[in-house]
């Protein structure tokens, strides 16, 4: 058993050490995808750097958003297996045009399409490929007939697009531009001056492996049949523009799609915290304190009379966990004493305290808020009727403070 349990542990090292990420991914454009297949080197770029990815494509010539989006076998594609990334680019010249052109031909579909993949696959992210300005830009419109104008013009609209379809962006063109001014020997285009020479698939290829899997391409051995020298730069340069402006492509690791927060807050005079979770999506919440209490939902209260103690909070989403510890520092532990107050239900939203001399009694809800509070009674001796949203009543006495959690079955 016991060499059977080390060849075992040895195996899945070796599996470890040979895939360190697994992604799919469906690539859906024209001819700037299909030419060098660059689906296909994307994935071999991946291999190369221990990574594995799976791939599908679409990428008839010629097609803009609009043809796109009334392609039936895109939806067929979309709903072949579950994808982490479907990459949308529309014809190369669409997204560089006037904007209300843009406006009206171009982000509509491109918006139509993001929103499609998402129903068919709500666990998919959607990432447009930013293209490139042609080598000359496009003569017919003089505010795009250089490649600095038209690339721009690509730039801000795809981001526009992303930020429109709430998606990201693989910055090609941006890449793309980075190379041309710094290395203008390297030559990225066909003879055209349109389509990606092999070099300029490669560039294109380490962009969206970095953009994908968030690791650099740097010392990987694969090469299409390119100088190597120039293999190294492309890959410098794709990894550095996009893992130093993440946040400006949009692009979210597939492990932190869903991306939760916690905080809390003191109730005044008391030992008790008032803990709130957010997350960037609908999610569940699961609270776990250092007593072993565990608690569910967005907003919950909790008394512990440790000056500092912490906290972890689980989000379950859709497609994805996220964990949160966060550490707590109680300015008024040791303050709250209940030993010396008697209470009990006596009916919906209403409770009888007895004490000695009550001096003060305050509501509060989970964010700490005071609420309405109806007394009753003697100064030893009261009926409470407290408001639906209340979650704990703080009382003082001359011999201390004393705060009653109200039970969620009464409100």
């Known amino acids: 058993m016991m060499r059977l349990f080390i060849l075992s542990a040895s195996l899945l090292f070796s599996h470890l050490l040979l895939a360190q990420d697994t992604l799919r991914a469906l690539f859906i454009g024209n001819s700037y995808m299909g030419v060098n297949n660059l689906p296909q080197m994307v994935s071999d770029l991946s291999s190369s750097r221990n990574d594995v990815l799976y791939f599908d494509s679409n990428t008839p010539g010629g097609q803009t958003f609009q043809s796109h989006a009334a392609n039936p076998v895109n939806y067929q594609k979309m709903a072949a297996q579950p994808w982490d990334y479907i990459i949308l680019q529309g014809q190369s010249q669409e997204p560089s045009f006037p904007f209300n052109q843009v406006n009206t031909a171009t982000l509509p579909f491109a918006v139509q399409l993001a929103d499609s993949a998402k129903a068919i696959q709500p666990c998919s992210q959607v990432n447009y490929f930013m293209t490139w300005g042609r080598q000359n830009g496009d003569p017919q419109w003089d505010s795009i007939n250089t490649f600095d104008k038209m690339n721009q013009r690509l730039r801000d609209a795809y981001l ?6 709430n998606a ?3 910055p090609v063109g941006v890449a793309w531009k980075y190379v041309r001014d710094n290395y203008p020997n390297i030559n990225l285009y066909q003879q055209d001056g349109s389509h ?6 490669y560039l294109a290829a380490c962009v969206f492996y970095t953009s994908l899997f968030h690791e650099p391409t740097m010392g990987s051995p694969y090469n299409p049949g390119i100088d190597q020298n120039t293999a190294g ?18 692009l979210i690791h597939t492990d932190s799609v869903l991306q939760a927060t916690a905080s809390y807050s003191s109730i005044p005079g008391s030992s008790l915290q008032s803990f709130t979770a957010n997350a960037n999506q609908s999610a569940n919440f699961t ?11 967005a907003n919950v209260g909790f008394e512990y ?19 949160v510890i966060i550490e707590v520092n109680n300015p008024n532990a040791g303050l709250v004493d209940n ?3 008697t209470w009990k239900i006596t009916g919906p939203n209403s409770i ?33 009727q407290f408001a639906k949203n209340t979650s704990f009543i703080k009382i003082e006495t001359p011999t201390g403070i004393a705060v009653i959690r109200i039970p969620v079955m009464l409100n």
């Open 196 to 201: 990606p020479s092999l070099e300029g698939s």
């Open 352 to 384: 009888q305290i007895e004490s000695e001399q009550i001096l003060a009694i305050d509501a509060f809800d989970l964010l700490g808020r005071k609420c309405p509070l109806t007394k009753d009674g003697v100064e030893n001796k009261m009926q409470l």
């Open 287 to 297: 609270w776990y304190f250092p007593d072993l209490t565990v608690e569910i939902g």
């Open 305 to 323: 009379n440790l000056s500092s103690y912490q906290v972890m909070l689980v989000a379950e989403g859709l497609c994805d966990t996220d964990t």
């Open 339 to 341: 030993s010396f107050l």
């Open 160 to 165: 526009r697009i992303a930020d429109s379809a």
């Open 233 to 250: 730069i492309l890959q410098q340069v794709a990894s550095t523009i996009v893992l130093d402006s993440l946040s400006t492509w949009k």
């Open 168 to 170: 990201a962006v693989s």
